[in-house]
Each structure stands twice: as structure tokens, then as C-alpha cells.
């Protein structure tokens, strides 16, 4: 079920970052790579501690300019710590 969680989450920030006026280049950028992060713990199984934490601290980063995206973010993280990472 985390898994699944994580790929509806991960669908949401495709969704946001497909949108090319949402948001600047450089949280783009730090949000595509995220995006690249979360596809190599899938596909792999991959336990990245770091991940985690860096996806936290774009939840913080984002939450006052773009809450939608924040939340998702913050899904991410929650279904990163049932799969044990």
C-alpha cells in the first residue's frame, strides 16, 4: 500500500511540474530531481535516508507558496517511512 501511495504522489508532482508556470526554474529543477530520486527507490528498492529528508525540506520550502504541492510532498515522506525509509 506505501508503494502505492508513493506513485499517486509522485503522479501529483509530474502533474505540478508539467505545468511550465507553477513554478521557477530552480524549484523545478531541485523537484524534477526529487522526482528522479523517488523513481530509483521504486524501481529499485532502494533505501535512501537522505531522500527523505530532502523531500521534507522542500515540504518546508514550499509550503507557503505553493501548499498543494507541499502536501503532496509531505505524502511522499509519509509513505517513505511505512516502506521503511
Not at 504541492?69 to 515522506?77: D, K, N, P, Q, Y
Amino acid at each position: 500500500m506505501p508503494q502505492q501511495s508513493l506513485r499517486a504522489a509522485l503522479d501529483t508532482l509530474r502533474d505540478a511540474l508539467a505545468d511550465p508556470g507553477s513554478l521557477g526554474d530552480d524549484n523545478r529543477r531541485q523537484l524534477e530531481q526529487l522526482a528522479k530520486d523517488l523513481d530509483r527507490v521504486l524501481d529499485a528498492q532502494d533505501s535512501d535516508e537522505s531522500l527523505r529528508t530532502r523531500i521534507e525540506d522542500a515540504a518546508l520550502e514550499f509550503e507557503a507558496e505553493h501548499p498543494r504541492l507541499s502536501a503532496t510532498l509531505g505524502e511522499v515522506v509519509q509513505a517513505l517511512a511505512k516502506m521503511g525509509i
